[in-house]
C-alpha cells in the first residue's frame, strides 16, 4: 500500500467505515509502544489517511475501491509475506465480520441501555421531570438510530465484497463466512425494520422524491430513504416498496414474522390504522384552530379543505399503489377483508367528515355532530355511516 491524506470521501473496505475528507482523525494520531516516526507521519496532521495499492490501476482491487483507513492498515502490517492470495483473502474478510459483529454488539448494548434508562425514568420521575427527560432520551435515540443506520449499510458492503472475492475461497471458506453473515443478519433483524420479503433496509439521502410505503406521506430529495438491500433481486423494490426516517423506527418494534405473507398483511394492516390515527389527531387539531378566533380568521377555505385532499390522495395510493400490488401475495380472504372491512371503511368515513366538515362550516347545516364529536371516540365502533359501501357494485365498477 502508499498512503496519503484522502482527497475524496471514501469507506474503508476493512472495518467498512466511512471516512469523510474534510474531517481529522484524531484516533489514528495516537502513537502506541510500536509507532514509528513513519507512522507517525501518517496521520498528516490529524487528515484523514487513505491506503490504497501502489500498483493503483493495475491492480483489480484497487479498480474495486479497495482503500484502507489508517487504522486498519497499521493492524495489517503483520501479515505473513508468504501468505497466499486464498489465505489473505479468507483471513481478511474473517476479521471484518468480526469488527461487524462488534459494531451490532454494541449498537444493542445502547439500545437496551437506553430503554432501561427510559423505563427507571417512567418509574421515578415526576411527570414535568419526565417530559424534559424524554426530550433528552429523544436526542440519545437519535444517536443510538444513526449507529444503527451505520452497520446497515457497512453490512451490506461487506456482502458486495464477499460477493466480488468469493473466487479467491476455497468452498468451505465460502461457506464459513456465509453462515458467519447469515448470523450477524438474523441478530441485526431482530432490532430492525425489514423489507416484505424480509431482508434488512439500506438507507440514504434519497436521489428523487418519493412516496413511503408505510404513512404515505411524500418525501422530498436528499430527505433519507430506505430500500431493500437485495434491490434488483426483490420483487416490492421492482415495486418502489421504500419507506422513510419515521417508519424505519416504528417498524422496529414491529413483530418479526417468519412468513411473507403474514408480514404483508400486518403492514396492510397496519399502514391503515396510522392513516386513520393521524387523520384523527390533525382533525382534532383543526377543531381546536377554528374554534380559536385568532387562527380561525386568518385560515383560507384552502388551508382549511387540504386535509382533506390528502389523505384522499393517500387512500387511493394505498389501494393503488400497496394494497392492489399485494393481492397476488396474501390469501384471498385477507385480502378481501382489509379491502373492504377496513379499507372501504375509513375511505367511505373521510369521505362523510369531509362532507360533514363542509356543510357546519361553509354552509351553516348545524344537525351533524359527527365532526366534533363521533371521530374522536372509537373510530370504527362509534360511528355509523351515513351510507354503506355497496361492495358488489364497487367490484362491477373495477
Known sequence: FVHEPTPIDFRCRHCFKLYDAAATDATDSVEDEETTAEDTATTSGNKVIIHYCQQQRECAHFNSDYYLCNE??????????????????????????????????????????????????????????????????????????????????????????????????????????????????????????????????????????????????????????????????????????????????????????????????????????????EFQQEMLQKMIQIQTPETSSSSSRADELKIFSTYTHRLHSFERNFLEQMKAHIPLTSFEDIRHSQFKRLQSYVLNVSSHFIDERYRFKSQSKLLIFGFIRQLYDSIRMNADVDDDDDDDDD
Open 72 to 277: 486498519c492498515a497499521m493492524a495489517l502490517r503483520l501479515s505473513d509475506a508468504h501468505e497466499t492470495v486464498r489465505w489473505r483473502t479468507n483471513a481478511r474478510l474473517t476479521d471484518s465480520i468480526a469488527i461487524i459483529d462488534a459494531a451490532v454488539q454494541s449498537a444493542k448494548s445502547k439500545q437496551q441501555h437506553e430503554r432501561n434508562r427510559r423505563k427507571v425514568q417512567t418509574e421515578t420521575e415526576e411527570k414535568n421531570t419526565k417530559n424534559t427527560q424524554n426530550d433528552v432520551g429523544d436526542e440519545e435515540d437519535g444517536d443510538d438510530d444513526d449507529e444503527w443506520k451505520d452497520v446497515s449499510v457497512r453490512v451490506y458492503f461487506y456482502e458486495q465484497q464477499l460477493e466480488r472475492l468469493q473466487d479467491h475461497l476455497s468452498g468451505e471458506q465460502r461457506q464459513r463466512l456465509r453462515q458467519r453473515l447469515e448470523h450477524t443478519l438474523s441478530t441485526m433483524k431482530q432490532h430492525l425494520a425489514t423489507c416484505l420479503c424480509g431482508n434488512l433496509f439500506v438507507s440514504g439521502p434519497s436521489p428523487i422524491d418519493y412516496e413511503c410505503r408505510s404513512c404515505f406521506h411524500e418525501c422530498r430529495v436528499e430527505q433519507n430513504i430506505y430500500v431493500c438491500k437485495s434491490k434488483q433481486k426483490c420483487e416490492h423494490w421492482r415495486n418502489h416498496y421504500y419507506i422513510c426516517d419515521a417508519c424505519s423506527i416504528s417498524l422496529r418494534a414491529s413483530t418479526k414474522f417468519k412468513s411473507e405473507t403474514e408480514r404483508i398483511v400486518d403492514r396492510l394492516y397496519g399502514a391503515i390504522q396510522f392513516m386513520a390515527d
